[in-house]
């Protein structure tokens, strides 16, 4: 499939980035993002190590087989292109949440990772599928506000007395 492919490529790339720090040491990334409508300007930062990439090249080889296994089940599937897009993108959000390194992009992470969580075990629409993604998508959110009230702090150089 197409999807497997792409994701293999990405799997490339990140090995390739495994091998560039290993080189020559950390990377940081920053994406500066503006809109000249409403004058906010917004960048993402994300820092790249040794611990990082390498626990990105065990999730993607457990992203992999996790893909290859599903192929088997989801082959007489209706929907198997949109099953295989939200898995993907569900990968990238994790990606997403290992590299970030300021608050915005750990959020863009966390969110990404609710929202495709959600329509992973939504995927077929029984009661209790729907039960299950509404629990999951409950704790996320929950999940969301600590982590951005223990992250605020770190990233922010704001002291929260109150937490501790």
């Not at 990439?53 to 198997?80: A, H, R």
């Not at 506000?145 to 990233?155: A, E, K, P, Q, T």
Request: include cysteine; proline fraction near 1%.
């Amino acid at each position: 499939m197409k999807i497997v492919k792409i994701f293999n490529l990405l799997l490339l790339l990140i090995a390739i980035l495994l091998l560039c720090v290993n080189r020559w040491g950390d990377i940081f990334l920053q994406i500066d993002m503006f809109n000249p409508f409403t004058s906010i300007s917004w960048s993402w930062l994300f820092y790249l190590d040794i611990y990082s990439t390498s626990f990105s090249i065990v999730v993607l080889l457990i992203s992999t087989s996790i893909m290859f296994y599903s192929l088997s089940y989801i082959s007489l599937e209706k929907e198997k292109t949109k099953f295989f897009l939200t898995l993907f993108s569900f990968i990238l959000s994790i990606l997403v949440l290992i590299f970030s390194f300021n608050i915005s992009s750990l959020l863009v992470g966390w969110d990404g990772l609710g929202v495709t969580s959600f329509l992973l075990i939504f995927f077929y629409h029984s009661f209790k599928s729907t039960n299950s993604s509404l629990v999951t998508l409950t704790l996320n959110r929950v999940g969301g506000f600590v982590d951005y009230l223990f992250n605020l702090h770190r990233f922010n150089n704001i002291h929260l007395k109150f937490l501790l």
